[in-house]
């Protein structure tokens, strides 16, 4: 019996019937948001609504001299021309020399505002309290050994196949069942061999008493 997958809108909640109506939004920034961008799924004119909606802002990072990370901070595009009173902002961003470096390290190792992206090779299988993207998944799946090798090298834990949160996090249930069927297949191997060996030394004693027998 076939198979047929329904989709919905995360937003709404309505059906999504065709694939071409469906627009598939990553939110890479939220206040609710947890360590990594998260993926959602809605209608295409949900999607082409949000983007009408948008606003213009300015992203901005504000280093003050006793702070030890910069402050991220995101206002309207208009608000923040207003801010150049002495030449039209267009100018002055002209004008201005590219960004440098921060010398000042920050403590955790990045920015304020700035998050890992778990959906990418470099950061996926890393521990994270946000969701566990499709993308990630499938990149730990196509990719277990290089990716447990990454994080053994970093000391940090490794994915296993036997530890149900990992297989449920990432989707490994595949996986998972190979390598049991792989371990006992392995045990099935070794009870042979020493049942065979149990054989080899038992036959060889009964030749030694059969010997010592007609020596006698």
Do not use: C, W
């Not at 595009?77 to 020399?97: H, Q």
């Amino acid at each position: 019996m076939g198979q047929k997958t329904v989709r919905f809108s995360d937003l709404s909640g309505q059906l999504i019937m065709h694939d071409d109506v469906l627009a598939r939004i990553v939110v890479h920034e939220h206040p609710e948001l947890g360590d990594g961008p998260v993926e959602i799924e809605a209608l295409t004119d949900e999607a082409e609504a949000m983007e009408e909606a948008a606003l213009r802002v300015a992203v901005v990072d504000l280093y003050f001299r006793d702070d030890l990370e910069p402050r991220r901070i995101v206002l309207e595009a208009d608000v923040f021309d207003k801010l150049a009173t002495d030449n039209p902002m267009s100018e002055l961003l002209i004008a201005a020399r590219p960004a440098r470096r921060s010398s000042r390290a920050p403590a955790n190792g990045a920015a304020r505002g700035d998050r890992l992206d778990y959906a990418t090779l470099e950061h996926a299988g890393k521990p994270h309290k946000g969701k566990t993207t499709d993308t990630e998944k499938q990149l730990v799946r196509d990719h277990l050994t290089e990716i447990n090798e990454r994080l053994a090298r970093q000391g940090i834990r490794t994915i296993s196949l036997t530890d149900p949160d990992h297989v449920e996090r990432y989707g490994l249930d595949d996986l998972a069942r190979e390598h049991t069927m792989e371990l006992e297949f392995g045990l099935d191997d070794g009870a042979q061999i020493e049942a065979g060996a149990e054989t080899e030394a038992g036959a060889e004693t009964e030749t030694e008493m059969s010997v010592g027998a007609e020596v006698g």
